[in-house]
């Protein structure tokens, strides 16, 4: 009798021995995490480096992908662009500027036309307007080489009418000087009448002829010329 009652209670005692076993088993497995590995915090992938403009993207085993255009090598020479706007704009040719001393020619009789005009004020005084008829910058270096019919001489300048700089005339712009004539109150002697005269330039033997009014003018031995200067005002100051 007492062999059949102590045989279910070991056969009780085996089944919770092995629901325990199984249910450690359980826990351990997929079914419930171990509480160690739910302890620890994920640890974040490592942040990719970010990738600067215009650099080529690294390839999968890590090395770089081909360089772009213009990107140094490893020689440590960079390319040159040589698309439109790309570069340092190349300077100016000199035959582009008309001001420059290359492109400059002096004013002679070949490539101006010079007019002589008595004016009323001031009194006996003629201006000589000349004209650039040249395709480029001409330079009136000094002052005209007046020739009036029959002188022995050419007329001095008056120095104290010298500009600052060498008056510089345009294609198709305008330059002036003036003649005293003859002195007002007769210290220049008798006079004559001339009836034609001719301009001539410094550093030119060719002199150009300019037509006077057709009485001609009076002259003196008071003549005396300026400088080439900028504008009529200048001249006949």
């Known amino acids: 009798m007492r062999a059949s009652v102590r045989r279910p209670r070991l056969l009780a005692a085996v089944s919770v021995a ?5 249910l450690t088993a359980c826990e351990n497995g997929g079914g419930v ?32 992908g081909p360089k772009a255009p213009g990107e140094k090598g490893t020689s440590g020479t960079s390319g040159t662009s040589t698309g439109k706007g790309g570069g340092r704009a190349s300077a100016p040719a000199a035959d582009a500027d008309p001001n420059a001393p ?33 395709s ?5 270096k000094g ?50 009448t001339a009836q034609s005269l001719e301009i001539g330039f410094q550093g030119s033997d060719k002199m150009a002829e300019a037509a006077l009014q057709a009485k001609g003018v009076h002259v003196d031995d008071s003549l005396r010329v300026t400088y080439w200067l900028a504008t009529a005002a200048d001249a006949l100051t």
């Open 18 to 22: 092995i629901a325990a076993l199984a």
């Open 33 to 64: 995490r171990e509480e160690g590995a739910a302890s620890q915090p994920a640890q974040p992938s490592e942040p990719s480096q970010p990738t600067a403009p215009g650099s080529p993207a690294p390839k999968p085993d890590g090395t770089a």
């Open 102 to 134: 290359a492109n400059r020619v002096p004013c002679t009789a070949d490539n101006t036309e010079v007019v002589a005009t008595p004016v009323s004020r001031p009194l006996n005084h003629m201006l000589l307007t000349i004209t650039n008829t040249g």
């Open 136 to 140: 480029k910058m001409c330079d009136l």
């Open 143 to 192: 002052y005209p080489i007046v020739k009036f019919e029959g002188a022995q001489s050419v007329p001095p300048v008056i120095e104290a009418s010298k500009p600052q700089a060498v008056t510089s005339l345009a294609p198709g712009k305008k330059g002036y000087a003036a003649v005293i004539l003859s002195a007002g109150d007769g210290s220049g002697g008798e006079g004559r």
